[in-house]
């Protein structure tokens, strides 16, 4: 066999095998409870619910963070108030864009309300740790 072409079959799966794992290190398996200071969120394979101090949202599409662990996903955002909400009353519901980082089982998130521009805040929030959110009264 000559020297050269033992090299090409080892370059080639070289190639494959790095390029499969490089594949596999991008999927970030978040689903479960997230909690932090002031917010608490469930992520599911396909949505998320999130619960804030006096507010509340949802996630409406799988998130699915970058090489680097960014992402940025839209759903919707509910501004609450305290006691209950009167039967003809319509919720205060707002287009949000969700923006974040994950390492590990650490996530920054950014809440971003669309039709306003208004940034409702910057959360972490931590795979399998407790919420500690106050509800309006």
């Not at 305290?82 to 949000?96: F, I, K, L, N, V």
């Amino acid at each position: 066999m000559k020297k050269g072409c033992f090299i090409i079959p080892v370059l080639l799966m070289s190639w494959i095998f790095l390029n499969g794992c490089a594949g596999s290190s991008s999927h970030f398996d978040l689903s479960g409870k997230w909690g932090g200071e002031h917010i608490g969120m469930v992520v599911y394979d396909s949505s998320a619910t999130l619960e804030y101090d006096c507010a509340r949202g949802t996630i409406d599409e799988p998130i699915e963070p970058d090489d680097n662990g960014e992402f940025e996903v839209t759903g919707k955002h509910v501004f609450e108030h305290g006691g209950p909400m009167r039967s003809d009353e319509t919720p205060d519901e707002h287009p949000a864009l969700y923006k974040g980082n994950i390492k590990g089982k650490e996530m920054t998130l950014i809440v971003i309300i669309t039709d306003t521009q208004k940034e409702v805040g910057k959360f972490s929030v931590t795979l399998g740790a407790e919420a500690n959110i106050f509800k309006c009264l």
